[in-house]
């Protein structure tokens, strides 16, 4: 993907570029889009500007797909990984992240997220993660911590049962 065109959603009519100028760890978010794949969605990634004006590296990368059937509607993030030292995401920024995502994700639609090795890690240190999806940090947060609004629950996309009393919204 790397030859491909990205392009700036800010200024566009697609629905990602809602995102665009959010705040985000003392920084606003940037949305570039990519190309679409073979199925219809349109990858993208975002970048964190500073208040000085410098853009990171991307940091997240993700499909978004959207259509006039509730499961059509979707993101699948693919890639969370920190590139460089200077982003620095705490949990209550993680949960906001979640939060812009599940919101432009209408009823009955639904967001996959690649919750292990988005960190960067060595492959001994992948080994040595628990096997257990619940101990990880996005893990928890996309489970328990994030309320996705009137986007439907998926938690068995994680790996895991919902928490007593969870259920679909939508």
């Known amino acids: 993907m790397d030859g491909d065109i990205w392009t700036t959603a800010r200024g566009s009519s697609h629905p990602l570029a809602q995102l665009e100028g959010k705040p985000l760890a003392d920084a606003t978010v940037e949305i570039m889009l990519g190309p679409k794949n073979r199925f219809g969605a349109r990858y993208f990634q975002i970048t964190l500007r500073d208040r000085a004006g410098k853009a990171s590296q991307p940091f997240l990368l993700a499909l978004h797909h959207s259509g006039p059937y509730p499961s059509y509607n ?5 890639n969370l990984g920190f590139t460089e030292r200077e982003i620095a995401l705490s949990e209550t920024d993680l949960e906001n992240l979640f939060r812009y995502l599940s919101d432009l994700i209408p009823s009955g639609g639904h967001m996959m997220v690649e919750y292990i090795s988005g960190l960067k890690r060595t492959p ?3 080994r040595e993660l628990p096997h257990d999806h619940r101990s990880t940090q996005v893990s928890r947060i996309c489970q328990y911590q994030v309320e996705c609004g009137l986007v ?13 009393g969870a259920g679909s919204k939508g």
């Open 152 to 164: 439907q629950k998926m938690p068995h996309l994680c790996g895991g049962l919902p928490p007593a």
């Open 124 to 126: 001994r240190e992948r």
């Open 74 to 78: 979707w993101i699948e993030v693919i």
